[in-house]
Each structure stands twice: as C-alpha cells, then as structure tokens.
C-alpha cells in the first residue's frame, strides 16, 4: 500500500513536473522515461491504425514470452526486407527499453532494499515491478484511465478523473490558471494543440518527431525519413542473351514436336469455320443482304410429288365467288339501283345488306376510283379462312319439284265421288248408320228415331219403313249379302232384326223368306246343347218372332243377346253374321249362324280391353276383332290368334279389310287413320291425318274401284285412292284425292257412317244433322 | 350385353377440342397458335352438337378438331416458336437490366440460329404438307394472288414494312411474266371493286382480284398483323410456285432483275427473264420484256434469226420454251385429232382447241397507251394476248416501245379522254401540226384505231376483236358484262333480247303496260324531248340517267295506275265485261256487220288469256301443295327452303326485266 502511496505520490509529482516542463521546456520533460515513454506510446497508437496485424503480432509474442522477445523482435527486423514505418517506430521504442535494460543490467543492484521493520528485523523491501507491459504492448501506455468508453463528465465532480491499470486514482490535472492560460495563449509551445488529451485530462501536445511527420506530410514528401522511393531496379533479367545455358540439360523433346492441345484447338476452330459458326466479320448491312437472300432460296419443292388422297376430315376453303354483271364498272343500266333501292341499302344495317356494294356506273375508265372496302374485305377474307368454323353442307342442286313423290294424275284416279247428288231427307234425329244393298238399288238407314228406312237411290224417295222401337235408336243396320235373298238385319238395344223389306218382287221376297225360316228347324237343338251344361244356363240369345205388329211391317226375325249391340258384319256368304257389344264383357262378340238360328260366344276372355267391332275376312276364314287399341286376328279353323295388329292410336273407331284381303284400314276417335299392310308388320304403314275431328267410320270401295273413304265428327268424308300393286317390294301408294263436305255437325257429331255403292263410285253419308247424301 | 359406354369417352366428346384447350395442349400463347393455325391451315369446326362437344357449361366458341391439333403437336415450328420466346425474354431480361449492349448481341445473334439465337424459319416444310402436290397449290392460289397483289399496292408502314411491299411487288410481277410467257391468262373482268384476271394454269381455274392503282383506304379495324402473317406464307407458296412454273415453261428462277429499272418505274419491263441453258438465254429473252426491243427492227426477222442461230447450235434446243412458240412444240402439247379410219364408228367428242390461240389475240398490233390511261393492266392483258409492241407516253414510266406517239407502226391507241367539241372540228387540219413530237388533245393520226380501254377487256373475253367504233372515245359505252357468269337455264341473262327469256305471263303484262302507256305517253314526251337531243358526254351519265328515270316515272306511273284500275275493274266486274262482249256480238250479228276489233276486244283477248295463265298457275300450285302433302315433314321443309331461294332468284330476275323493259321504252319513245 505504501509503495502504491509513493507511486501515486511520484506521479503527482511528475504531473506537476510535467505542467511545469509544459510551462518551461519539453526537453526536460522528455528526460522523463515515463514521460517519454508515454509519448512514446501516443506516437504509437497514431501509427497504430497501419497496420494492426503486426501490432497483435507483437503483442501475442510479448505476452507469451518476455525473454525471447527481443530476439523475436530482431528476427522479424531481420526478416522484414524493407521496414515500414511502424516498425522503424516499435525499433525505436525497443531499443529505448533495451536501453533501460542495459542500465539495469550494468547497474546490477538489488531490486529490492533492506530496511529495518518494527521488530527490529530485515525487511526486504522490493521495488515497484515494472510488468513492462508496454514494452511489446502498444495499447498499453503508461497510466492509462481505465474507465471505458464512458463520458468524461461523469466525473466532473470528482476530483480525479478515473482509474489506471493499477487501480489508481488518476488525478485531475489543475486546471491553469487564467494567467497561465494567458501565457500560454502569447507564448505557444512547440506541439502545442489545444486540445485536452481527454485520458489524461491534460492538453495534448505533440512530440517533435510528430510535428517533423506533419510536416512532412504537410510537403508532400515522404513521411519516412530516409525512404527512397525510387530505388535503382535490380535487373533480374536483363537484355542481354546469354551465351550459355544456365543448365546444360539437353532441351526436352516437346520444345520439338507440335503440341497435341494446340492442335486440337486449331482443329475445333477450323470445324466451326468449316461449319459454318464462326463468321468472319461482316458490316451488319452487308449480313442482311446475305440473309435476304438466303431466304429467297427457290428450289422445286414438289420434285418428287405423291399425290395424297385428301383427308376425309379436310374441309377446303369455299372460294370467293366470281364477280356477277353488277360489279362491273359499266353495267348494263338494268342492275343500276333505282333511287328507293339505293336508300332502302343505305338504311340497313351494314351487316344485314344483302350485298356489300351498290352497283355503280361509272362512263369511263378514267373516272373509276378505289374500292375503299377492299382492304377490309380482304382482311375479312384472311379471318374466314382461319376462323370461321367449316361445315360440310350438301347442297342439293336439284329441281325441287323433283322431291315430290310421283303422284298419280287426278283424271287417272277418277272416277271418284266429288258432288253431294242426292239428299236422303226424313229420319227424325241423327242418322246412325247406312248401308246399301248388294244389288245397288236400296239404301237402308236408321237412326235415333228408331225407325229402318229403305230409299231407292237412285231417285231419293223413301221406300219402306219400320219402327223398330220408340226409345232406343237403331244403332246399326245392314244388308245381308248375297244376291238370293234381301235380307236386312238393325240392331236395337240388344235385339236384333232380321226383316224382309216389302220393295222386291215376290219371288225374291219368298226366297228371302225362306232364308229366314231354315233355322226355325235347329233350334231345338241348341236348346238341347245349352241344357246338357248341368245347371241350368241363359243362352247366348234367344231366336224367336218379333210379333205380329213387326211381322206386318216385314220384321221377321229377332234374335236377343245379352247386352246392346253396336256393330254387325256379316260373313261374305250370308250366312255367319257377327255383332259387338262393347259392353258385354265375356260375351261381348258373338257369331251368330242364320241359318241354324245359333249364336256362338266365341271367346271366353278377350285381352286388350273392350272390343269395339269386329269382321270377317273377305276370303279367308279369319275374324277380326278390334279392341280398343288393338286389331286381333284369329285363325276360326284352327280357332288360335294369328296377330296382334297395333295401329298405335288410343281409341280405335272403326276398321275395315281390304277386299284384296292384304290391307286394313282403321280409323280412331283420336282422328288417326291408319293404313296396315298385314303381310309386313303389326305397326302402321301410313298414318294419315287430315281430320279435325275424330273419324267415325272407314270403308274400303268394295268393287272394282281402289278407293277408301272415311268420314268424321268434322262433317267432312275423305276420299282416298289407294294402289295396291301384288308386288312385295313395293308398298300400296296412297293419294288423297277428295275432301267432301256439305253435312252440318249437330253436337258436335258430323258424319256418322258411310257406305260405297257396290258398283260405281258412289258412297253414301249418314250425317248427324238428320240426313243421309249420296255423293256421285 | 356391350360394354357399357361412359359420356364422353367417344364421338363429339373426344373429336373436338375448344381453342383454351388447345393453347394449352400446345403450350403456346394465342397469337402463337393463330399463326400457326394460319399457316398450317387449320380451321375451327362445328361440331355435330355443341353441347356434346363441349364440356363446360358455358358455350365455347370455337371447336378444333382434336386431331388437327394432334398434327400441330408434332409441328417443328413449335418448337422454333418456343426458342423465339426464350430468346424474346433473354432479351427482354437485358433491357430490364438496361443491358443495352447484351440485348444488341443477343438481337444480333438472332441472324445466326446456330448461335443461341432467334431460331430462323422457313415455311418450306409447311407448304410442301400442305400441298403434297403442284396442283393442289395452284387450286389455293386464289387467295394467295389476291392477297399479294393487295400488299403489293400497299403503302408502307410500320406494321407493314417496305421491303414486303417490294417482295410482293416482285413475286406478282414475276407471275405475271409467267403468264405472258405461257398465254394462260384467260380473262379478265373491269369491276368496281378492281380488276379481276382468270388464268387457266394446268386446268386449274386461278381468279384474283388485283385492285386498281390507286392508295389503298384502310377503314375500319384492320389488324395487319393477322395480313401479315398469311402474307408471309403466301410470299413463300407464290415464290416455289413462280420457280415450278418458271422451270416449266424453260426459264431461269429467279428472272434478273434491274432495280434502276424499276426505280423509274418499268414494272413488267424491269425483269429480264432467261431461258434454263445460257446459250439460249441471249436471244430468246429479250422480247419478252419488250423493254428493249424498240431497238430492234422487226420482230419478223429477228424470230427468223432466231431460228437460224437455233439450227446452228441444235444441241440444247429441247429444254426451252419461248414465247415464240414453234409448230413443233405445238405437236406435242395439242391433243391429237382422232379422225374414223373406217364408217360406222361411233364418235367420241373431244375438246377442240380453236383455230387461233386466245393467247394470240393480239399478236400483230402495236398499241399505244396515252397517258390518262391504266399502264400496268393494259400493258399486262396486252402482253398476255400476244402484244409485243406496247409503246406508252414517257409519262407513264419506263420500258415502253416508243414514247413516240407518232410512230408509223402503232395499230390502235387506247384513249380514254373525253372529246373536246371543238378539237373536234380542228381534226381536220391535224396534219399540219404534225412537225410537233406531241399531239394536240384529240388530234388523230390517219390509218390507226382509237379506243378506249374497255375494248381490251371485252375483246379478250370474246376472243375476238370487237368493234372499234362502238369504242370509240367519247362514245357510249356498251355495258361491260362479266365473262364469269355462267348462265343458268331460267335466269336473267343481259345479252338476250328481253323477248326470248320472259316468261308468258310476264310478256302479257308488259303487252298490257304497253296499253296503257299508249294513254300517258304523250305527257312523257313533252318531258322527254329536250333531253334526248342533249347528251354530251361531259354530262355525268349516271345523274342524267336518274334525272330521265325520275322524269318519266311521272309521266308512266300515271299510266301505270290506270291499267292497275283497268286491271281491277276487270277483275271485278270480269262477268259484266263478258256479256258485254256477247252482247256486242250478238248486236253485230243482227246488223250483219263483222265485229269490231275494238281495243277492248283486244283487252279483253288478253284478258282472257291472263284468266287462263292464273288458272293454270292456281292448278299448278294446287297440284303442288297435293304432293306435299304426301312429303314427310323433313322433306317438306327442305323442299319449302329450295322453292323459297328459287323464288327469290326468280323475283330477282323479274325486277331485272322489269327495269330492261321499262329502260327499253324510254329508249324507244327517245328514238320515236
């Protein structure tokens, strides 16, 4: 502690030395070796910056090892070829402690003294150690504050201004007083800055070997004292050949051959020459020339041409059309646009014109100008080939008249009705039914009056009458075919009437009557056959004689079934006759045989809902029966169903056999007609629909005559011929050929049945409004 | 049981591909694909049904057939359109970093493919795909012809680039010297719009439309780059077709070409064409430009010293095929004419060539053009049909045969300016005036044929030589019908007087006009009059056509309106007339006179016969409308749509003859 007091105590003392050396002389100071060194020290911590690794380089080296540091430091001044002039400086400064060194060695005294301690014993005393840590250190100068990177301030109340490395207190410098301060500001000291060295506290000074570095610097000379800057060039290798080989190694052998890289180098740049990648030079307009024409290089591109067959896909561009006479620069003066055309083409829309010019004329050449439009028709042109979708069409550069079918000429399917001749005036109501009789001579009619009226048709009057009932009508009358009697049968409710109108000569009239007595003789029999069936069962209808008031009239027969009848059709012989009653469920369709006076129910069940009427085939032995939807053939012989016919209506009305037996025709109440040809298939042939309204009846000419008529709730008859040709690959042709009209429709019902006259192209109407026409 | 089939694994579904879908398929940009669709050829389709087609819910608009976009996967140019837009953004990346020298070498590079760069295309490779054979290119050349004549008179811009322009120019002059050399030109049409030419290469029909010379107006949106691009493939198709056409008749591909010439604007004349052998190549030639041969004495000799030097040196005769034409290489080209050896054969028609070569029309004249005139199409038509000495005014550029409008051997001198009244009269001492190098406007020289332009075309439509005074200048011109038209039995034909192609009913109703006319005909004179004497030509014919029309119209609509009133009454009271007529007869009968041909006989004749054309129309028309009925619905309607165009066609044709018989009375009653 004592020795730490004394140092502080000597450091003062140098301080104070120091501000008087600073107010005296620098060189008294500078004696000082604490003094010296710690300016020493500055000088070295301006070089500092220089080069800093040499500096660590010699600090790790002092730190390491005080002893080999001189000799460390000389071998680095030994190795060093040029010094710089940091260090020249550290060289100073060594030597200078060397020197200490010397002194302390040639001294050799003890580093310590002996004094006497209280006790009265030796007491080594040893001296302060000098660590040296400047020696090899150039940050560490003497006493150095140690505070850190703080502001001075902070110990502005303080009477010192920080730490040494020692811990010492480092003690604030007096300030100068003011005459010093006066002194010094007439008398500057050499080195004098004016700046307070703020470790220290005490202004800052420079040494004389710095003022001389500043000044220097200051001449723009070199800083270093004795550097040469220029320094003669040392020839290493000189102009002069040498007469002989430094070595006297023969010369190798690739001094002789051609090296193998260099030529393989040659070799690339001579392929890409020949290849054409490196170009020599070229002006750039020289080159465009070139290129140019490069690519107007022409040579036969189709050489060796195949043709191709064109892709079916390919759709090749329409070409414009040729120009026509009106986009002639001089047309003729018809295709000129009259005034209201040229406006009407002005007015529209220039997308919707027909054409995209007007027609011109212009009287010479001369005065014809540019078509404004042709760029843009151009570039329109140029978008159509590339986008506007292709589409194959086939146009049919045909007549259109050759679309039509062939039809036949009107006169070659005459005759056929066309005129309303004779009007069959008298029912009360509405006519439900006619028919004609074999011979052509007699129309029969009834109606919702409950009468059976016989005209002659040829002269319109009324003939014969029978009132069959008072309140139900006659739904169906019709004439017994065959010419060896006259026999006409009406149904009524669920009677049937057989009568013998009184209009013929007598002979045909008991021949008729004799038709009708033959069965009286059978039916017993069928009386016997419905009894065997155990429990006792109604037959299917009872034969009997109408009464006397009927029989008067001429009603000579009545057979009754079980539920009302709408339809009857009679065998081509005369003798079979069927009736429908779509009511009667099982025994709707019975077959009745006029000569046994039997009735037969032919079908137990019959599918395909209730039947509507049903017919004989005209040759063969086939029955017909149409249901609602369907026509269902059976085979009576073999008794099995043949087919199943579906027009493919909902609701058939009526249908009738062609009398060649391979056709049918059939009309519906949802106003179909429809042809079928049976040989072919169950679906329609034609479906013909030329009526409003739905048809009730349809009838095929029955003679020689190939025509169809059918009639509708429209009031109108349609008359139809019809070609039938035996040939299979050719199907019937079918032409409309009359559209007759004239009958008044009363609730909604027109014309409720027809009938053809068996010889000529007449056919009979029966109208609802109460009257029967014959149209001739 | 099949298999069961999945939607949109066959048919529509899987045949078509919307234009998105495609652009990514090929993994292009649009602009990208549209000139790849333009030069491959490419088109959208219309698929059977569109909704099939498409699989989004929205409508697409455009299908491609899905395996055309197939082909164009394995197309090379994709490729090369891939490495353009790398380089494109190699650049692009340059100028971003303001590397303006990288971006020069890069742009520089381009020139050289090989090197990185822009990679260089040529359309070779699409052209010969698309065309497998000559022939098919020529069927497409229509488009092709009609395009670069278009660039060609063009105006440059930045969007369309001179040098284009020139190419054009070059390869259209070039066709157009093939077809001097081979006389295919067939012929040509003066039209509004431009001039229309038909050649006949190879039996293949070729029509383009070359505008006339004059700056193009360029309205409405144009979009040059799209012209551009086909103008691109064309230039390439027209230049293998010039070279196959070349070598075909014999000559050199490409012809040389005098660019100091053509500076002073010789056209045609600046190409000097040569034959395939060089021997050849010194005499043959030059005739054919007619650039220099007003240096030569006669075209006569110098195709018989031709001759000779021919003869001396005979060994490369065979490849060339000059314009001068020997009767040995006619030999081997004409179809040969099979006479029966033997009576009893059956005749086999042929095609026969007509005595005189449509392409030698025009063979011994020399014409002259005046100045006011079209150069180029005159001098091309002309040197097409045979015409070697084409003299011009210096005005009209360089390569004429004579500049000099006095030479003793122009034939015919096409003019088309109006004459002046009173050079006319001056016409007569023109021959003083002869000293001076110019004429005087109107001034004739004895011993020559003036026309005007028009009789070029229509002589060469009609291989023959019209004549020359219905072409006279400051004549009225007979109407320039188009030589393309090819008449259909029914249809409105010009050149047939009205009476041979209208129809009865017609005929009847113009007869029945005509009546009328007789009524009103005197307040059109009196309008009339005065107009037809004036007709100078200086008066624009078109507005004084109007003016006539307008005129008359007056005049004739009155007269028209009565026979409509005739009509009606007649029409109405038709019975009253008729026992009018009976009455008039049997009246006749008692006094024993014969009876009166009075006009409403005659009327009343027509009548009758009208009454007979309507009712035979109606039955017509019944007869139809029977057979229709037997149609099936599809059919009927097809055959509606076919009678509904007929129609149209047909009312077309009758406003026609309606308007030719009204023009026709006026310039009867002009006459009258």
């Known amino acids: 502690m004592g020795s730490s007091k004394a140092n502080l105590k000597r450091k003062a003392s140098i301080i104070e030395a120091n501000d008087a050396a600073a107010t005296t002389t620098l060189a008294q100071s500078a004696q000082d070796s604490d003094f010296e060194e710690f300016g020493d020290g500055i000088l070295n911590a301006v070089l500092d910056d220089e080069d800093s690794e040499d500096d660590s380089d010699f600090y790790v080296e002092g730190d390491d090892q005080d002893d080999d540091e001189d000799t460390g430091s000389e071998d680095d001044i030994a190795s060093e070829d040029i010094p710089t002039d940091n260090e020249g400086e550290n060289k100073l400064a060594l030597a200078n402690r060397t020197n200490h060194e010397n002194d302390e060695d040639e001294d050799d005294r003890p580093n310590y003294r002996i004094e006497k301690d209280a006790n009265g014993g030796v007491r080594y005393v040893y001296d302060e150690i000098d660590p040296v840590y400047d020696s090899d250190d150039t940050d560490a100068q003497g006493p150095t504050n140690t505070i850190g990177n703080i502001p001075l301030s902070f110990y502005d109340s303080y009477p010192h201004i920080g730490y040494d490395i020692n811990g010492k207190k480092i003690l604030r410098p007096a300030t100068g007083e003011a005459l010093d301060s006066l002194l010094d500001s007439i008398e500057l000291p050499e080195g004098w800055t004016g700046l307070t060295d703020p470790e220290t506290g005490k202004p800052l000074n420079l040494s004389r070997d710095e003022l001389e570095l500043l000044r220097r610097v200051q001449m723009k000379e070199v800083p270093e004292e004795g550097y040469d800057m220029y320094p003669d060039t040392v020839e290493w290798y000189t102009s002069h050949v040498e007469q002989f080989p430094l070595s006297a190694a023969p010369e190798p052998k690739r001094r002789f051959v051609p090296s193998k890289h260099e030529a393989k180098r040659v070799m690339k740049l001579v392929k890409a020459i020949r290849e054409g990648r490196i170009l020599p030079y070229k002006p750039p307009e020289e080159r465009e020339k070139e290129q140019e024409e490069e690519e107007e290089v022409h040579y036969d591109l189709w050489a060796d041409e195949t043709p191709r067959p064109p892709n079916v896909m390919h759709i090749p561009a329409p070409k414009i059309a040729p120009p026509g006479y009106d986009l002639s620069y001089n047309p003729p003066p018809e295709y000129l646009p009259t005034n209201a055309e040229k406006k009407a083409w002005e007015e529209t829309d220039p997308e919707e014109r027909e054409k995209t010019y007007l027609p011109q004329k212009y009287d010479s050449l001369r005065r014809t100008p540019a078509y404004d439009q042709f760029v843009k028709e151009r570039f329109e042109r140029c978008l159509d080939l590339y986008l506007a979708p292709r589409v194959r069409k086939n146009r049919l550069n045909i007549d259109p008249t050759s679309l039509l079918p062939k039809l036949p000429r009107p006169e070659e399917l005459r005759p056929f009705p066309t005129v309303a001749s004779i009007e069959f005036a008298g029912h009360e109501g509405r006519v439900r039914s006619v028919a004609i009789d074999p011979s052509g001579q007699w129309l029969a009619s009834s109606g919702d009056d409950g009468t059976v009226r016989v005209w002659g048709l040829s002269d319109g009057k009324q003939q014969w009458q029978a009132k069959l009932s008072s309140e139900d009508p006659v739904d169906v009358v019709r004439w017994r075919p065959g010419q060896d009697g006259l026999i006409l049968s009406a149904a009524v409710g669920e009677d049937i009437y057989l009568m013998i109108p009184s209009i013929m000569n007598p002979e045909l009239e008991q021949a008729s009557r004799a038709i009708l007595d033959a069965g009286f003789g059978y039916a017993s029999n069928a009386k016997q056959q419905t009894t065997a069936a155990g429990a006792r069962k109604d037959p299917p209808a009872k034969w009997a004689r109408p009464g006397s008031r009927l029989e008067d009239e001429g009603v000579l027969l009545k057979a009754t079934v079980r539920s009302p009848i709408k339809t009857i059709n009679w065998h081509r012989r005369g003798d079979f006759f069927c009736t429908v009653s779509p009511t009667g469920q099982r025994s709707a369709v019975a077959i009745h045989t006029l000569s046994k006076h039997l009735t037969q129910i032919p079908f137990r069940k019959l599918p395909g809902g209730a039947p509507q009427t049903a017919s004989f085939h005209p040759s063969r032995p086939l029955f017909f029966v149409a249901t609602q939807r369907t026509i269902r053939c059976y085979d009576l012989q073999r008794q099995e169903l043949v087919k199943t016919i579906q027009p493919g209506c909902r609701w058939i009305s009526s249908f009738d056999i062609h009398p060649g037996g391979d056709h049918l025709i059939a009309g519906s109440y949802d106003r179909r007609l429809l042809w079928h040809d049976l040989e072919m298939s169950i679906r329609p042939y034609k479906t013909l629909r030329f009526h409003e309204q739905a048809i009730r009846s349809v009838k095929f000419h029955p003679g020689s005559y190939s025509l169809f008529a059918d009639c509708s709730d429209d009031g109108t008859l349609q008359i139809f011929h019809s070609k039938v040709v035996n040939d299979l690959m050719e199907g019937p042709t079918i032409t409309p050929v009359k559209m007759l009209s004239g009958h008044r429709v009363v609730n909604r019902l027109g014309v409720t049945d027809v009938a053809w006259h068996p010889h000529h192209p007449w056919i009979v109407s029966a109208g609802a409004d109460g009257m029967c026409r014959l149209w001739a | ?672």
């Open chain 2, 1 to 672: 049981m099949g298999r069961i089939k999945k939607k949109g694994e066959a048919g529509n579904a899987k045949n078509y591909i919307t234009r998105t879908q495609a652009i990514k398929k090929l993994q292009i940009s649009l602009p990208d694909f549209r000139k790849l669709c333009i030069w491959k050829g490419i088109f959208p389709r219309e698929p059977r049904n569109r909704k099939k087609a498409s699989k989004s819910s929205t409508a697409s608009t455009t299908f491609y057939y899905a395996k055309d976009i197939q082909f164009l996967l394995h197309e090379p140019l994709l490729q090369k359109f891939r490495e353009q837009k790398a380089l494109e953004k190699k650049i692009s990346k340059a100028l971003g970093r303001g590397d303006i020298s990288d971006a020069s070498r890069l742009e520089r590079n381009a020139a050289r493919p090989e090197k990185t760069g822009k990679p260089r295309y040529t359309l070779d490779n699409v052209i010969r795909d698309r065309y497998p054979t000559f022939v098919d290119a020529l069927r497409d050349l229509d488009d092709c012809l009609s395009m670069l004549f278009l660039f060609a008179n063009l105006p440059s811009t930045s969007t369309v680039p001179a040098k284009m322009i020139a190419r054009c120019e070059r390869l259209c002059l070039e066709f157009q010297h093939y077809l001097i050399v081979s006389q295919s030109l067939r012929k040509s049409f003066l039209s509004i719009k431009g001039i229309y030419y038909q050649a006949n290469i190879q039996g293949e029909e070729i029509l383009w439309l070359v505008p006339y010379k004059f700056n193009q107006r360029v309205v409405g949106d144009v979009d040059f780059r799209i012209m551009g691009t086909f103008v691109e493939f064309y230039m390439t198709l027209l230049g293998f077709v010039n070279f196959r056409l070349y070598t075909s008749v014999g000559l050199k591909y490409p012809p040389k070409f005098d660019q100091n010439k053509d500076n002073e604007a010789a056209e045609l004349g600046a190409f000097k064409l040569e034959g395939n052998h060089a021997a050849t190549a010194s005499s043959e030639p030059a005739q054919v430009t007619g650039s220099d041969s007003a240096a030569q004495p006669d075209p006569k000799t110098q195709a018989e010293v031709n001759k000779l030097i021919r003869q001396m040196k005979d060994a490369a005769v065979e490849g060339d095929q000059t314009e001068n034409a020997e009767e040995k290489d006619e030999s081997t080209d004409a179809i040969d004419k099979f006479e029966p050896a033997a009576p009893g054969g059956d005749v086999l028609p042929q095609p026969t060539y007509s005595g005189s070569e449509p392409g030698s029309l025009f063979a011994n004249c020399t014409f002259y053009l005046s100045r006011e005139t079209p150069r180029q199409p005159l001098e091309f038509i002309l040197r097409a049909f045979g015409c070697k000495r084409i003299g011009w005014d210096s005005v009209l550029g360089e390569g004429a045969y004579t500049t000099n409008e006095r030479d003793p051997s122009i034939t015919h001198q096409i003019v088309d300016r109006p004459v002046i009244q009173a050079a006319m009269e001056e016409d007569g001492d023109g021959e003083d005036n002869q000293t001076s190098q110019k004429l005087a406007p109107n001034q004739r020289i004895p011993g020559r044929i003036y026309i005007q332009p028009q009789w070029v075309w229509d002589s060469v439509n009609d291989e023959e030589f019209k004549r020359p005074d219905e072409y006279a200048p400051g004549a009225q011109l007979p109407p320039h019908l188009s030589p393309f038209v090819q008449n259909t039995q029914g249809a409105y034909d010009p050149t047939l007087p009205l009476k041979d192609q209208e129809p009865e009913a017609e005929a009847l109703e113009d007869s029945d006009e005509e009546d009328a006319d007789e009524d009103g005909e005197e307040d059109s004179f009196a309008v009339k009059k005065p107009k037809a004497t004036a007709d100078g030509m200086d008066v624009d014919a078109s507005d004084d056509e109007d003016n006539e029309a307008d005129d008359t119209f007056g005049g004739f609509s009155e007269g028209e309106k009565s026979a409509e009133e005739d009509d009606e009454e007649e029409d109405e009271d038709a019975d009253e007339s008729e026992e009018l007529r009976n009455q008039q007869e049997l009246e006749a009968e008692l006094s024993g006179k014969p009876v009166k041909r009075t006009k409403v006989d005659t009327r009343s004749q027509k009548l009758e016969a009208k009454k007979k054309l309507a009712q035979k129309a109606k039955e017509e028309a019944e007869e139809i409308e029977r057979a229709k009925g037997m149609l099936s619905k599809k059919k009927r309607k097809l055959f509606e749509q076919m009678q509904y165009t007929n129609n149209k066609k047909s009312a077309e044709d009758q406003k026609l003859r309606a308007k030719r018989r009204k023009l026709e009375k006026q310039k009867a009653r002009a006459k009258a």
